[in-house]
Structure formats: C-alpha cells, structure tokens
C-alpha cells in the first residue's frame, strides 16, 4: 500500500448522521474532499474535526453532475486514484490494499462491487459492480441525475480494472426524498434524446410513480432506439411494460410483455419470476412452478445493476412453495418453503406459510 496517491471526493448536504461512520470508511485514503451544497446542520464542522477538507458552495439551479465535477475539481492535480463516494456508503476495511493490487499504471477506472440495498434481515439485496473510481485526469461526469463518467480526454481511456476484494455497502436515508429525480430525468432526456440509458431511467421513473401510460410510451421509445443494444437493460424495460399493463388491468398484454422479455435475456432470472409472480396471483399454479423452475436454473448472479434482490432471495422458492400446496403435492410444497425460509430466516409470514403446510401434510397423511 502507498504506490499510489488515493484520494476520496464527496458531495454532501445535512448528512450529519454518517459522518463518523462515512470518515472511519474512508481514513485509508491521503485526502478527503468534500463538497458541502448548503447543510443546516453540523454537517461541515464534524467532517471538518475528522480531517476533512470541506468546500462550502451552493449548485444553482441543482444538478448532480455540476455538484460531481466541482468536487472533482477540489481533487489535487497530483492525486493517482481518485474515488467517488457518498455519505451514505461505507467501505470494508482493506479498500485500499485491494485498490492498489488491482490497479495498473495507466488505468483508467476500476470497477468493485457495490451492495446498493439491503432487507429487512440485514442480509444483502441489490447487488452490483460500480465504475466511481478513476484516474484524475480526462473524465467528466454528466446528466442531471443517474450521473455517470464520461472519457472527455484526448485519445482513447486506459483500461478498466477489476477491484476484488474491494466492497461498498450502501445504507441511504429512508427519510430522503427522491421528488428531484423525476425533474431532473425529463430534463436529461431533453438535453440527450439519444441516450438510450436515460430515456430507460425516465421510463422506470414513470412506473414508480404508477404513471403506468407513460412508462408504457417511454419504454417503447427505448426499445425502438438503435443504441438501445444491452439485452438486460432491453429485458427490463420489457419487464416494466409488463408491470405496468398489469396495473392497468389488461393481464394478456402484461403476459406477452414478459414473455418477450425472457425471449430478449433468457440468462436472467428477473423475467422468469415476475411471470410467475403474475401467475401466481392468476392461480396458474403449473406456470408457476414452470418458470419458478427456469429461474432457479440460473445460478451465477449478473455482476450488473439489473439484478434484483427478490429473484435472488427467497421469492422463487416461495413461490414454488405455494403452487405445490395449492395442487396437492404437500412434501415438494414443505422443502421449497424450508429452503425460502433458510434464505430469509426472520420471515415471520414465511414461518407461518412452512406451519401451514406441515399441518395440512399431516391431516392429508395421518400419522405419517
């Protein structure tokens, strides 16, 4: 370690409560810089007393990518390795050991992974590799949210490099409200019409909101895109039609709208348990252990942000539990929902649903 010169960069606004927890993550780094945008609370002093280096300025009117480069910009022109974070993420012991091993002279980013979410149990759930680290020198970040690097520099990017053994975990603040994103998407989509992946955002945006019509019509927009060429991002958007007919009470279209979604990425598991989700509340009980069964097929976790945690949790298996219960087969029904339950342990509903079925397993054969 100390091959390199790391330095870590943030912006932040009233995030008191992660500072100590957010300045213990990153004190393996030789400098921390962070751009505060207006806090009303204690935020600047206590990053201050930790050994931050605080810039206090305002971004009007807002957008992240502006409030990204600024802070890029207080990043020292000599640093090696720089590394975007937020107050809101922590970083496992040994980052920067793991940093260093995998970076090469003349890199570009690094890519690490990234745990984005987690249930109720504390057990992981959006799972992902992020690209937040770079080199100094040549990257910009754009859009007014979903904020990504671009290469701006002259000629081509160094390589992107494989951190392992290096993890972020995210634990937002439930009490932040995400109104700014959907302002900030439109806004976006209108600056770059062309951008397949913001016009996605927007359309996934809309489905949140249960603006079921426009997700519909933005998502086919994306699909429609000539650069719209990454089958999982294609598969989702397929994924929230689908959701969205649903909604809207027309089952056959949400039907084919998954159906075309496995067609479109028939490696991932998100399709394949949506359907089953749906037709599970149609009753189709065999549908539902058909694609429950496809689902459970595939057993390497994408490393992309198109990974959700229910069809890695314990919903396929749930699923599976009740369609056995629901036609009779009570021993297949007991061993799916004992293997939901391993995978969520303090489900209560779960530990019901397995009491359930034991006891209807014994009415049906007594004394067995």
């Known amino acids: 370690m100390g091959n390199y010169k790391v330095c870590v960069y943030a912006i932040c606004k009233n995030e008191e409560p992660f500072v100590d927890r957010w300045m213990d993550s990153m004190s393996e780094a030789d400098r921390v810089l962070v751009l505060d945008t207006g806090s009303e609370d204690r935020t600047v002093e206590r990053l ?6 605080v810039t206090v300025e305002t971004i009007s009117p807002w957008r992240f990518d502006r409030a990204r480069n600024r802070s890029l910009e ?4 000599d640093a090696d390795i720089c590394v975007c974070t937020d107050l809101d993420e922590v970083f496992h012991p040994g980052w920067r050991e793991a940093l260093e091993r995998a970076w090469v ?3 570009g980013q690094a890519s690490y992974r990234y745990t984005w979410s987690f249930n109720a149990d504390g057990s992981e759930g959006v799972v992902f590799w992020y690209e937040k680290i770079h080199a100094r020198r040549g990257y910009q970040w754009v859009h ?7 290469w ?13 053994g290096v993890q972020l975990d995210h634990h937002p603040d439930p009490t932040k409200s995400r109104s700014q994103y959907l302002p900030l998407l439109e806004l976006s989509v209108q600056e770059e019409p062309g951008d397949d992946r913001n016009v996605h955002y927007l359309g996934r945006e809309y489905m949140y909101r249960g603006r079921w ?11 429609e895109m000539p650069t719209a ?15 969205s007919y649903w909604e809207k009470g027309q089952a056959s279209q949400a039907r084919d709208w998954y159906l075309r979604a496995i067609t479109e990425a028939p490696h991932l598991r998100e399709p394949y348990t949506d359907l089953a989700l749906m037709l599970y509340h149609q009753r189709e009980w065999e549908g539902v252990l058909y694609f429950t069964a496809c689902a459970l097929a595939i057993t390497v976790r ?5 990974c959700e945690a229910a069809a890695w949790g314990s919903l396929p298996h749930d699923l599976r539990a009740m369609a056995f219960y629901y036609t009779g087969a009570f021993r297949e029904a007991a061993e799916e929902a004992e293997k939901a339950l391993e995978l969520e342990p303090d489900n209560q509903r779960l530990k019901d649903n397995l009491a359930l079925i034991e006891r209807a397993a014994e009415q049906a054969n007594p004394g067995r």
């Open 213 to 223: 019509d426009d997700c519909i019509r933005t998502l086919k927009g994306h699909l």
């Open 302 to 306: 994408p490393r992309s942000y198109i």
């Open 152 to 164: 701006t520099g002259e000629g081509r990017p160094g390589p992107m490099v494989t951190a392992e």
């Open 229 to 243: 060429v990454w089958r999982d991002e294609r598969a989702a958007s397929m994924r929230y039609i689908a959701r």
């Open 74 to 77: 207080l990043v020292p022109e």
């Open 105 to 107: 002279p003349g890199a």
């Open 48 to 53: 201050r007393a930790r050994g931050a280096e």
């Open 144 to 150: 007014p949210v979903h904020e990504v690097l671009r």
